[in-house]
T-cell receptor, first 111, second 112 residues
Framework: LAKTTQPISMDSYEGQEVNITCSHN???????ITWYQQFPSQGPRFIIQ???TKVTNEVASLFIPADRKSSTLSLPRVSLSDTAVYYC????????????FGKGTMLLVSP | DTEVTQTPKHLVMGMTNKKSLKCEQH?????MYWYKQKAKKPPELMFV???????INESVPSRFSPECPNSSLLNLHLHALQPEDSALYLC???????????FGQGTRLTVV
C-alpha cells in the first residue's frame, strides 16, 4: 500500500486560500489520489480525485506534479465551515486500498 | 438519492447483548463497507462487500459479523462486545470497489 504523509494540523483565517500537501513517495503507476473531508461525528465526504496534473471541481483543486510523489489539495477562500479533518488516500482505482485512511490533517479556520 | 442511511444513530449495549447495525443505500452501488472510528483517529476499514459477497475482512474479531442480504442492505451483527469496541461505526458504499465512496452518518456505539 502506498503510505501517505500529511501535516497533522493547519491553521488559517476566513477568506484565505489553504493548501494541504500530501506526500506519497511510493505511489504506484496505477494509483489514484483521493481526498475526503470529515466533520466531527459525521462520515467522511468525497472532495476530489485525480491521477496527474490538475483537477478542479466546485469545491477544490488538486495539483499533482509530474513525478506524482506528492499532491496538494487547494481550498479557495476558506470559511469557518471548512474546519474539518482532510484525508489524502492513495491507491488503485480498482483496489480496496483507496479507501484505507491515513492520519489526516486537522484544518482550523478562524474568523 | 445520494444517501447512505445508518440505523440506529446511537446504541448502548451490554457486553452480553446481541444487537445489529443497519445500513441502506439506493444508489445502485455494488460495493459496501464497514469502518470503525475511535475518537481523534482515522476510520479503520473492517469489511468490504462486493456484489453482495464478502471480499475483504481486515482480521476483525468474530464478535463482529457482517451480512449483506441484498445489494441495498448491509448489516453488522454484534455479540459479546467489549468496552474497547465503543466507537463510531461507519457504513459506506461505492459504485464498485474503490470508486468515490458515500458514507453514512454513522452509529455511535457504547458498550457498557
Amino acid at each position: 500500500l502506498a503510505k501517505t504523509t500529511q501535516p497533522i494540523s493547519m491553521d488559517s483565517y476566513e477568506g484565505q486560500e489553504v493548501n494541504i500537501t500530501c506526500s506519497h513517495n511510493n505511489i504506484a503507476t496505477n494509483d489514484y489520489i483521493t481526498w475526503y473531508q470529515q466533520f466531527p461525528s459525521q462520515g467522511p465526504r468525497f472532495i476530489i480525485q485525480g491521477y496527474k496534473t490538475k483537477v478542479t471541481n466546485e469545491v477544490a483543486s488538486l495539483f499533482i506534479p509530474a513525478d506524482r510523489k506528492s499532491s496538494t489539495l487547494s481550498l479557495p477562500r476558506v470559511s469557518l465551515s471548512d474546519t474539518a479533518v482532510y484525508y489524502c488516500l492513495v491507491g488503485l482505482n480498482s483496489g480496496y486500498s483507496t479507501l484505507t485512511f491515513g492520519k489526516g490533517t486537522m484544518l482550523l479556520v478562524s474568523p | 438519492d445520494t444517501e447512505v442511511t445508518q440505523t440506529p444513530k446511537h446504541l448502548v449495549m451490554g457486553m452480553t447483548n446481541k444487537k445489529s447495525l443497519k445500513c441502506e443505500q439506493h444508489m445502485g452501488h455494488r460495493a459496501m463497507y464497514w469502518y470503525k472510528q475511535k475518537a481523534k483517529k482515522p476510520p479503520e476499514l473492517m469489511f468490504v462487500y462486493s456484489y453482495e459477497k464478502l471480499s475483504i475482512n481486515e482480521s476483525v474479531p468474530s464478535r463482529f459479523s457482517p451480512e449483506c442480504p441484498n445489494s441495498s442492505l448491509l448489516n453488522l451483527h454484534l455479540h459479546a462486545l467489549q468496552p474497547e469496541d465503543s466507537a463510531l461505526y461507519l457504513c459506506a458504499s461505492s459504485q464498485r470497489e474503490n470508486t468515490e465512496a458515500f458514507f453514512g452518518q454513522g452509529t455511535r456505539l457504547t458498550v457498557v
